[in-house]
């Protein structure tokens, strides 16, 4: 019986995957954010949900921040000390977001765009970890600007 019902459970959500699928190929600003390396049909239309046109952050860095992708700052006297990514704002979204920049991350050692070269170098430098964070809060700064300014994705050779 629990079989069944574990089977009757992965139809479910494979149904409720495809409607998503469908309603972000039919809005034109899913589109637009699925051009994006590292965002699917599942992340645009939880970025839209959760942003919309992007207008309540003035830069991407307020998104990203809302997100908790940036390190927090524990700054005195002139010094600033970064610590630890904060992991504020909406947990579901910044972990979709995550989720992406490793599968882009994965693809960037076969890719030799200039975001693909950043990554990998990135990674070498600092880290996996730190490089797939680094991706995630890339990719919010470029989804909001897609989003306020309306313009298609275009990537830097």
Request: hydrophobic share 45%; net charge positive; aromatic share 6%.
């Amino acid at each position: 019986d629990l079989l069944d019902e574990l089977r009757r459970l992965d139809e479910r959500v494979a149904a409720y995957d495809e409607h998503i699928q469908v309603m972000a190929c039919a809005d034109d600003r899913s589109r637009l954010l699925m051009q994006m390396p590292g965002i699917g049909a599942t992340t645009a239309s939880a970025l839209l949900a959760s942003i919309g046109h992007g207008h309540d952050f003035a830069n991407g860095r307020q998104l990203a921040a809302w997100l908790g992708l940036v390190p927090g700052q524990y700054s005195s006297g002139g010094k600033q000390r970064l610590g630890r990514i904060t992991k504020a704002g909406d947990s579901d979204l910044r972990t979709l977001l995550i989720l992406g920049a490793r599968a882009t991350l994965a693809a960037a050692a076969r890719k030799k765009d200039r975001l693909s070269r950043w990554a990998v170098a990135l990674s070498e430098r600092r880290g996996y970890w730190k490089a797939v964070v680094a991706v995630a809060a890339k990719n919010a700064r470029m989804a909001w600007a897609m989003l306020a300014k309306g313009e298609d994705f275009k990537p830097v050779t």
